[in-house]
Antibody, heavy 118, light 105 residues
């Protein structure tokens, strides 16, 4: 059974970089599409971006200048970096898997809450 | 950019049928996916590609998509169906979520 587990600091200071890791167990990175999705407290889901098994990425235009998604296939890990964070970046961050473009996200991590505060 | 519109809330009596809509320009030409999210939990896929159910999802959950509206239908609603529901599509390599609908049973 595929499992995704997000990890990283729960508290990040304003203007600093948020860094999270998603570890995939029970399955391979390839040949899937992997996304980061976030949810501010009490609000809806916001797609951050994806990385496919070939390393191709695409990002939400509203976040594109601050986001990098990468993969370490040897460790079966996906990572997210979001620079210059503000309080508006406070959210639950999820990683999720899709079989490809136009496919649904069939596996999700449990999420990790990141708070941006000094 | 492409937008998906969902009602903020839908109420249904126990045992009755709930319908949650997701509006978007010519959404009928896209694959629509639906997720259920209960408090404190990650989203769970309940319908993919408009009307297909993943393994383990009850037959009470069904979906349709035509024109400018996709619909998630929950028949014989149960207390355990009370949750937030989100529709989702891909648009030109971007992923779009609807704003979410709170279903009250």
């Amino acid at each position: 059974q595929v499992q995704l587990q997000e990890s990283g600091p729960g508290l990040v200071k304003p203007s600093e970089t948020l860094s999270l890791t998603c570890t995939v167990s029970g399955g391979s990175i390839s040949p899937y599409y992997w996304s980061w999705i976030r949810q501010p407290p009490g609000k809806g889901l916001e797609w951050i971006g994806y990385l496919d098994y070939r390393g191709t990425t695409d990002y939400n235009p509203s976040l594109k200048s601050r986001v990098t998604i990468s993969v370490d296939t040897s460790r079966n890990q996906l990572s997210l970096k979001l620079t210059s964070v503000t309080a508006a970046d406070t959210a639950m961050y999820y990683c999720a898997r899709a079989a490809g473009p136009n496919w649904a996200y069939d596996y999700w991590g449990q999420g990790t809450l990141v708070t941006v505060s000094s | 950019s492409y937008e998906l519109t969902q009602p903020l809330s839908v109420s249904v009596a126990l045992g009755q049928t709930a319908r949650i809509t997701c509006g978007g320009t010519n959404i009928g030409s896209k694959n629509v996916h639906w997720y259920q999210q209960k408090p404190g939990q990650a989203p769970l896929l309940v319908i993919y590609r408009d009307s297909s159910r993943p393994s383990g999802i009850p037959e009470r959950f069904s979906g349709s998509n035509s024109g400018n509206t996709a619909t998630l239908t929950i028949s014989r609603a149960q207390a355990g169906d009370e949750a937030d529901y989100y529709c989702q599509v891909w648009d030109s390599d971007f992923v779009i979520f609807g704003g979410g609908t709170k279903l009250t049973v």
